[in-house]
Nanobody, 119 residues
C-alpha cells in the first residue's frame, strides 16, 4: 500500500515562495502521474499541477501556471511543488495524489498540508 506524506506548508507573505514535498512510501512505488490538488473549506478540491512519473511531462491549472513548478525525484519517490509569487487566493490545504495508470482515478492521497498566504 502506498502512503503519501506532504510537508512544507506554513505561513508565507504575499509575493513569497514556498516549496511543498510529497514523499511516497511502500515496498515498490510506481505511478503514471503524481499531482497536487488544493482545497479551501466550503469549496471543491481543485487540480493544481501534475507530473508524469516516467518522462516528467508537466501540466498546470491556469491559475498557477507561470508561478508554480512541479517536479519529481524518482530516486527519492518524492514530488515537489515550488510555489512563487504567492497570492492570498493560494491559501488552501494542499494534497498530493497518485494516479496509478493512465486514465485511472487517483488511488492514494496524502493527509494535506496547510499553506496560508497573508497580506
Amino acid at each position: 500500500q502506498v502512503q503519501l506524506v506532504e510537508s512544507g506548508g506554513g505561513l508565507v507573505q504575499v509575493g513569497g515562495s514556498r516549496r511543498l514535498s510529497c514523499a511516497a512510501s511502500g515496498r515498490t512505488f510506481s505511478a503514471y502521474a503524481m499531482s497536487w490538488f488544493r482545497q479551501v473549506p466550503g469549496k471543491e478540491r481543485e487540480f493544481v499541477a501534475a507530473v508524469t512519473w516516467s518522462d516528467g511531462n508537466t501540466y498546470y491549472a491556469a491559475s498557477v501556471k507561470g508561478r508554480f513548478t512541479i517536479s519529481r525525484d524518482n530516486a527519492k519517490n518524492t514530488v515537489y511543488l515550488q510555489m512563487n509569487s504567492l497570492k492570498p487566493e493560494d491559501t488552501a490545504v494542499y494534497y498530493c495524489a497518485r494516479q496509478p495508470n493512465r486514465g485511472y482515478e487517483y488511488d492514494s492521497w496524502g493527509q494535506g498540508t496547510q499553506v496560508t498566504v497573508s497580506s
